[in-house]
């Protein structure tokens, strides 16, 4: 069975500062992409950033960078330069062949001024 | 904006009412996923349309069921609502091709969502 693990329920952040959002992963397919989502209070969810399990560097989006550790099967996504914008629910995902997709239960981040 | 809208934004029922929800993917998309989302956690995958056809179904009943028209657009209907039935219904549009890494790198567009409560 394939899971999604998000171990910090709630994070705080000063502004400006970075932050790393945890994820564990537990598949046996070789083949999976990892994806982290935004979704602010309004409910909608924002694509952030995508890592294939056959790349062989972190994927990086701007202000955001995915630390890929295959072996110890984690995806964490960090955040640089936080903005108060930055405040919502973050998911990791986890799809396979067929687009089925595993989201985890999230973490709250708040971004202080 | 992704493009991705969904309707109706909040709907109420009853127990035991019937429910259809609707959503128009985005220009240029082939498939349809829809999750369901209970409050305070993530979204739980309940099927996937593939030009017109299912393709892969979480673990719902099947009073959930679902279609995919031509133009890629998507029905969610839910029969004998439930009370544990409340929560935020996501439909999410991707562009899924049939070859090479079939399905992994499949990036989703969201929409709002529908909030459904039953009472």
Redesign the interface.
Known sequence: AQK?TQTQPGMFVQEKEAVTLDCTYDTSDQ???L?W?KQPS??????LI?Q??YDEQNATEGRYSLNFQKARKSANLVISASQLGDSAMY?C?M????????????TTLTVKP | E?GVTQSPTHLIKTRGQQVTLRCSSQSGHN?V?W?QQAL??????IF?Y?REEE??R?NFPPRFSGLQFPNYSSELNVNALELDDSA?Y?C?S?S?RASG?????????????T?LSVL
């Open positions: 999604i083949s999976y992409g994806f989502y309004s409910g909608e969810m924002i694509f995508y294939g399990s998911f995902a799809s396979f062949n067929a687009g089925k997709s595993t989201f985890g239960d999230g | 992704t498939t996923s999750y305070g956690q993530g979204p739980q995958f996937q593939y393709n892969g979480g935020l996501l999410a991707s899924l890494s079939y399905g992994v790198k499949n990036i989703q567009y969201f929409g709002a969502g909030r």
